[in-house]
């Protein structure tokens, strides 16, 4: 038995969607990520530099992207 043929035996191939598919919803979260993450810098900033309230709407506007992105990571899994 080679070890091609073990792994084969060991570990059964699972359903996975193509890699066009999976490409683009890997680019499309990780921009969400990206705008989640800079978002969550600038309000945090705006929270607490400037006004409070003002950074605090920042931050859940930019959590919108991250319920987003954790839908599309749900959704193709």
Same mark, same amino acid.
């Given at each position: 038995?080679? #070890?091609?043929? @073990?792994?084969? =035996?060991?570990?059964? +191939?699972?359903?996975? *969607?193509?890699?066009?598919?999976? #490409? @683009? =919803?890997?680019?499309? *979260?990780?921009?969400?990520? @990206?705008?989640?993450?800079?978002?969550?810098?600038?309000?945090?900033?705006?929270?607490?530099?400037?006004?409070?309230?003002?950074?605090?709407?920042?931050?859940?506007?930019?959590?919108?992207?991250? @319920?987003? +992105?954790?839908?599309?990571?749900?959704?193709? *899994?």
């Amino acid at each position: 038995m080679t #070890d091609n043929e @073990i792994t084969k =035996t060991e570990f059964p +191939e699972r359903h996975r *969607r193509n890699e066009q598919e999976r #490409d @683009i =919803t890997t680019l499309m *979260r990780q921009w969400l990520n @990206i705008i989640f993450m800079i978002g969550a810098i600038v309000g945090m900033c705006v929270y607490f530099f400037a006004e409070e309230r003002v950074g605090t709407y920042i931050i859940l506007g930019s959590m919108v992207f991250k @319920i987003v +992105e954790c839908a599309l990571r749900f959704m193709h *899994r």
